[in-house]
């Protein structure tokens, strides 16, 4: 491990070369105010990085991404930054105010948001038609950023991070894509970029804090910003006083699996654009993007890739990611999966910011605590509920002894068995790896196991396939079908369940060359995804040529072939040549144990066993649930 001390950005000091980089928590209020849960989820993330990027701050409330972002676009609102501030100095980190304006990118469903741009060019891909930003009101906008600054200043940050990047208001101006315009500031190269320069030097010449400027190296797309053109932009910034550059890749609008940096996307690649930019530059160069394992941390700085790793999620699954790599906090790294289910997905729904391997994000201010009398507790089913059930009881001071006849892991084992998808078995590498002192019955639990043995069960028997009745159907596959041995080739397959599970088979066996046909009762397929994997994976069945039919339901099956009926229709619909039926239509809980065991002891019903969800849902239920025993 090599661990690099006492540099700078600006004129400031970091104590060492990692930043966390702005994330959305979705934690604050409809005012933009800063939230006690705001302080304690920044506190715990500021114990070791040298900085942190606090989530984009909206410089008008009327242009905001979330109803709860955090604002700073009023003086009032400078004794709250304070407050944010004088958290992570307390740990001796650096405090970094991330400026931005969405333009066009504004929250559609917000009331009262408003959509401009350079040019009144809609996103592609959603949004609402902007307005073409008149100069007067360029003029505004410009004052908007600096006046923030100023703010910034005013309430103690240490340095400001500005948002050139990622297909926002200034990236909207200089990509001849957003920017149509015919007058100072469109057409040239100089004219595009000239709004964004005239906001750094505007900050520049009214603060006196260093300057991040945050780029997308290559925005991923067609026709979009690339390497050669973030260069170009990055020799101008340098002659105007820029402080550092952040490299990330990826525009919003249009290529989003780039933006967040879905673990669909390949590992390394964002980095290879800060090596570009740091082949071109003197100024010091922020790394950013699936930093998630010790690895990667070498694999940037030993080939000086970047001075500095910006890592966002990985902190947000262990607060205390970096401390382990530092050795300075014993114990395994929480893995995040970069999977965007707790953190993306959770704040899209309005729950705000959540992790799928860690119950705590956003709840640190209810701390785990010892039990006042610890008793003993059997845990029936080892699958992912099972394991934090089994986990946070003993962390608790609890004896636990875990039932499981199979694998742990339980159905979640099949989950990094799709394209794209085997960061996953991280996860359930690092739930075994914490039960290590804790026994484990390889069983099937009976009442006659548990009934006056044990002060208490905790129920996380999870779920089971649901199978609907279709006359003739004998013979079918359910996810079990993408286990190494069991996944067909060149074979015609039926797929019926068109949610997350029956998209995922469907694209992984058309990887195999197999010719996959899906169809789904309801009149959308992948509704229970999440945004960016479920237009992903649109998209690859799309490119597949994938058959889908909705508002279908099979109603028979006749040897190899399926006979298929459209919602208030008559007519049928045959399908020949199926080699193979895969029935991926839902789960239903199985908590078949239950009746056998009510008013004879103690049960706590947890995860798919209590309501069949995410594993997201699955976790916290069960961490919730023990956490109070």
């Not at 040298?50 to 609102?77: C, H, M, N």
């Not at 003029?139 to 600054?149: F, G, L, P």
């Not at 910034?152 to 400001?160: M, N, R």
């Not at 060359?513 to 994976?537: A, F, H, P, Q, Y």
């Amino acid at each position: 491990m090599k661990v690099r001390h006492k540099m700078k950005l600006g004129n400031v000091t970091l104590r060492n070369s990692f930043l966390m980089s702005a994330v959305k928590t979705g934690y604050g209020d409809s005012e933009g105010n800063i939230s006690e849960r705001h302080l304690a989820f920044w506190d715990k993330r500021s114990k070791h990085v040298a900085a942190v990027i606090f989530e984009p701050f909206y410089i008008d409330k009327k242009v905001r991404e979330l109803p709860t972002q955090i604002g700073i676009d009023s003086d009032d609102k400078i004794e709250g930054h304070k407050r944010l501030v004088e958290t992570v100095h307390r740990n001796e980190a650096k405090a970094v105010a991330h400026i931005n304006h969405p333009g066009r990118m504004a929250n559609p469903k917000l009331p009262g948001n408003i959509y401009v741009s350079a040019s009144d060019i809609q996103c592609q891909n959603g949004g609402q038609k902007p307005k073409a930003l008149s100069i007067d009101e360029i003029k505004n906008v410009q004052q908007q950023y600096i006046d923030a600054a100023i703010r910034a200043e005013k309430a103690g940050y240490d340095l400001i991070e500005l948002q050139f990047g990622l297909g926002y208001l200034i990236a909207q101006f200089l990509s001849p894509l957003t920017n149509k315009r015919n007058d100072e500031y469109g057409g040239s190269f100089e004219n595009r970029l000239r709004f964004g320069i005239e906001i750094l030097r505007g900050i520049k010449s009214n603060v006196k804090l260093p300057v991040i400027v945050r780029i997308s190296g290559d925005e991923n797309f067609t026709r979009g910003l690339t390497i050669e053109d973030s260069i170009q932009i990055l020799k101008i910034l340098e002659s105007k006083n820029a402080d550092a550059i952040h490299v990330t890749s990826g525009n919003v609008c249009e290529s989003a699996a780039w933006y967040y940096q879905h673990n669909f996307i390949p590992k390394g690649v964002t980095w290879q654009l800060a090596k570009r930019i740091k082949e071109n530059t003197s100024l010091p160069v922020i790394g950013v993007g699936q930093v998630t394992e010790p690895t990667d941390i070498a694999a940037i700085f030993n080939d000086q890739k970047a001075d500095f790793i910006a890592i966002g999620r990985a902190l947000i699954a262990d607060p205390d990611f970096v401390g382990k790599y530092l050795q300075l906090v014993e114990g395994r790294i929480r893995p995040c999966s970069s999977c965007l289910t707790g953190c993306l997905g959770r704040i899209k729904i309005g729950k705000g910011l959540q992790c799928e391997i860690n119950p705590e994000v956003g709840r640190e201010l209810e701390p785990l605590v010892r039990a006042d009398e610890i008793k003993n507790y059997a845990i029936v089913g080892g699958g992912m509920a099972g394991m934090e059930a089994s986990i946070t009881l003993k962390k608790r001071g609890h004896n636990v002894t875990l039932f499981e006849k199979d694998e742990l892991g339980g159905q979640f084992n099949l989950a990094p068995l799709p394209s794209g998808k085997a960061s996953l078995q991280k996860q359930i590498d690092y739930l075994k790896h914490e039960l290590e002192d804790i026994p484990v019955i390889k069983k099937e639990a009976m009442a006659e196991d548990l009934i006056g043995r044990y002060d208490g069960v905790i129920l996380a028997t999870g779920s089971k396939p649901f199978i609907p009745e279709i006359d003739g159907l004998k013979e079918y596959k359910w996810a079990e079908i993408l286990y190494e041995t069991n996944v067909p080739q060149n074979k015609n397959v039926l797929i019926i369940g068109g949610g997350l599970i029956g998209i995922e088979i469907a694209n992984t066996l058309t990887d195999y060359g197999n010719k996959v046909t899906i169809v789904e009762l309801l009149d959308d397929i992948g509704r229970d995804m999440e945004m960016v994997s479920r237009k992903l994976n649109l998209m690859k069945l799309q490119k597949n040529d994938v058959p889908v039919y909705t508002n279908t339901k099979v109603v028979r099956a006749e040897g190899s072939t399926a006979i298929l009926q459209k919602q208030n229709e008559e007519q049928e619909i045959r399908i020949a040549n199926i080699d193979i039926y895969v029935v991926a239509a839902g789960m239903h809980s199985e908590k078949e144990l239950l009746s056998k065991l009510e008013n004879q002891i103690s049960v706590y019903i947890v995860g798919d066993a209590y309501n069949v969800g995410d594993v997201a849902s699955a976790i916290q239920s069960a961490y919730f649930t023990c956490k109070e025993l």
